[in-house]
Structures are given as C-alpha cells and as structure tokens.
C-alpha cells in the first residue's frame, strides 16, 4: 500500500530529460491542485514524486510476465471457489445419482 515517503509501491515519475522533467511537474502541479487521484488504487496525486532517470535494472526472471502466468491458475481458483459456493448450480447441468 503506498504511503508518503515509501519507494516500495510509490508513485513515481523518472522523466530522461529537461522537457519531460518539465512536463511532469507541471502534470503534478495540475493534479495537486484539482485534488487528482490515481482511479486504480486512489493515491492522490500530491504522493507522486519526480526523481531522475538512473540505470534501468530488470527484475529477476519470475516476475517477468507475471500476469500472463497467473491469469489461468487464478481464474481457475475463481471458477472452483464459484462452484464451492455453489455460485454455478444454476448454470451447471444437475447430475443424475443414479
């Protein structure tokens, strides 16, 4: 969860040159006066930081594609945990116990 002064899960601007350094702070600027919030997760805008660009490091290999290889597996927790809850017996065909 974000928070003032935390990187971890921060909102954050690296702009790699004095027009995009420029840019960004007058977005900010605009979005700290109109009292903008972020419509994923509600962090205002006032909560952004711009800082410079450094070196770029990639992250380790599993958290590559991470949405594309757990999008399955959690849609089917989502569909077994449907059907514990019974949210699916009126869609699901009734079996016949006999």
């Given at each position: ?86 949210a699916l017996g009126p869609v699901l065909p009734a079996s016949d116990p006999g």
């Open positions: 969860e974000p928070r003032y002064g935390s990187r971890q899960y921060g909102s954050m601007i690296f702009p790699s040159d004095e027009d995009q350094a420029r840019e960004a702070a007058e977005w900010l600027q605009r979005g700290t006066t109109e009292g903008r919030v972020r419509e994923k997760d509600g962090v205002p805008a006032e909560m952004t930081t711009i800082e410079p660009a450094s070196t770029f490091y990639a992250a380790e290999g599993y958290h590559q594609k991470y949405w594309e290889k757990w999008r399955v597996r959690l849609g089917v927790g989502a569909a077994l945990y449907a059907v514990a809850l019974g």
